[in-house]
């Protein structure tokens, strides 16, 4: 990603965004609000960095999530079917409204309040299973077997086919240049699993959000055959992926931090209130999704022309100084709300509920059952996701 911003532009690479998001985003949120730059799929786009124009922008009616507003051949993103793209992140009001009223009583925070002891018997579930070792990667053991196990159950997804998801998903979220099938494969592979799924759900309801999206398809006809398929999929996708890492982040922090985390495992209770600051901190969504102007937005002070692609970054925003005090400093007692770690405005994440909670009871587990937890690397030998819309680690050996 190069920038192309009046006066001496500092240039980016992939290599430094994973490596060092913050002070990258950081040094072109101090040079200007907005900047021009190529992308790593070689196309244009703008991107936002400062808190005020990244909030704005992100409830601003006018920046469109629907592909069909990309000026023509404004958009490379990857190809998916009909029938696993009418899907929220590509939608604008009415049909996202209409969707989002369907599948948001599934996530409201008294139907999240009675998976808590569910999602507790599964986390200890899985540490007992590493308990004995005394180390372990826990991204592949916790942070990621966690959160596939709870939207796998609450889309009635059977356990067998859990693994299947896994793989799959990490080829769609974080493509392997050497390995441009890869996605192709994923996609086949989730379209042909969640066509047989709707089939058998159809045939034996369960109790289930995904026969109760059936039955508003088939019985009320408020989804459309695509939508629900497409529904499916972004549950699944969204659910799994942007938890992990937020597990993974959270707990990271706190290990690089052994003054917040002794405050935590003094005082369990804070726990709530922590999660928003360690979303905050290093939340799992550097960029928002990219939106499209339907018409001449003003943005910064910088006129960005319709049609074309619109990043926000969540990162730089969130370390802006002139929203949050000292905001490299890791502060358990810092007043967090306002962030936009789960979006801003009508797309707000339906699952932040469930998100959130997951990641509390993850780490109030992890910490009342290993109290010696640390690294168990140097923190310069971790590993990132080479991905520019995705912060997350590849591997956290810890030991305990």
Not at 141 to 151: E, G, H, M, N, Q
Not at 164 to 189: I, M, N
Not at 198 to 219: G, W
């Amino acid at each position: 990603m190069s920038t192309t911003t009046p006066g001496n532009p500092p240039l980016v690479d992939l290599a430094e965004l994973v490596a060092d998001p913050y002070a990258t985003y950081g040094r072109l949120r101090e040079a200007g609000p907005v900047h021009r730059f190529t992308g790593t799929d070689g196309l244009p786009a703008w991107l936002v960095t400062r808190y005020d124009d990244v909030r704005q922008a992100l409830a601003d009616p006018r920046l469109s999530l629907d592909k069909r507003n990309a000026k023509p051949g404004g958009y490379r993103g990857l190809a998916l079917p009909p029938a696993l793209d009418a899907n929220l992140l590509n939608m604008d009001p009415p049909d996202h409204t209409r969707i989002r009223r369907l599948v948001s009583r599934a996530f409201t925070p008294r139907r999240t309040a009675l998976l808590r002891e569910p999602i507790r018997k599964t986390a200890h579930s899985l540490l007992d299973a590493i308990a004995a070792d005394g180390r372990a990667d826990l991204i592949a053991s916790y942070a990621a077997p966690l959160p596939i196990a709870v939207i796998c159950d609450l889309l009635g997804v059977a356990e067998d086919d859990r693994l299947d998801f896994r793989s799959w998903t990490d080829a769609l979220v974080v493509p392997d240049p050497a390995r441009p099938d890869r996605a192709k494969e994923a996609v086949r592979g989730l379209l042909a699993y969640f066509t047989r799924l709707l089939t058998d759900k159809r045939a034996a309801p369960a109790d289930d959000l995904l026969s109760a999206l059936i039955a508003v398809r088939d019985e009320e006809d408020r989804l459309s055959e695509d939508e629900l398929m497409s529904l499916a999929f972004l549950i699944l996708i969204a659910g799994y992926e942007n938890t992990v890492h937020l597990i993974g982040n959270a707990t990271l922090a706190l290990l690089r931090h052994p003054g917040r985390l002794a405050e935590l495992r003094a005082d369990p209770g804070r726990l709530g209130p922590a999660v928003e600051e360690l979303a905050r901190y290093d939340g799992p969504v550097p960029l928002a999704i990219r939106r499209f102007p339907t018409e001449d937005v003003v943005i910064g002070g910088v006129t960005v022309p319709a049609g074309e692609t619109v990043l926000l970054s969540l990162a730089a925003a969130h370390r802006d100084p002139r929203r949050f005090s000292e905001p490299d400093r890791l502060d358990l007692d810092r007043d967090a709300t306002g962030h936009l770690a789960l979006g801003h405005g009508i797309h707000y994440c339906v699952g932040a509920p469930l998100a959130r909670t997951e990641t509390e009871i993850a780490l109030a587990v992890l910490l009342e059952r290993f109290p010696r937890l640390a690294l168990d690397v140097p923190p310069d030998a971790l590993r990132w996701r080479p991905s520019m819309r995705t912060r997350g680690l590849l591997s956290l050996p810890v030991r305990y």
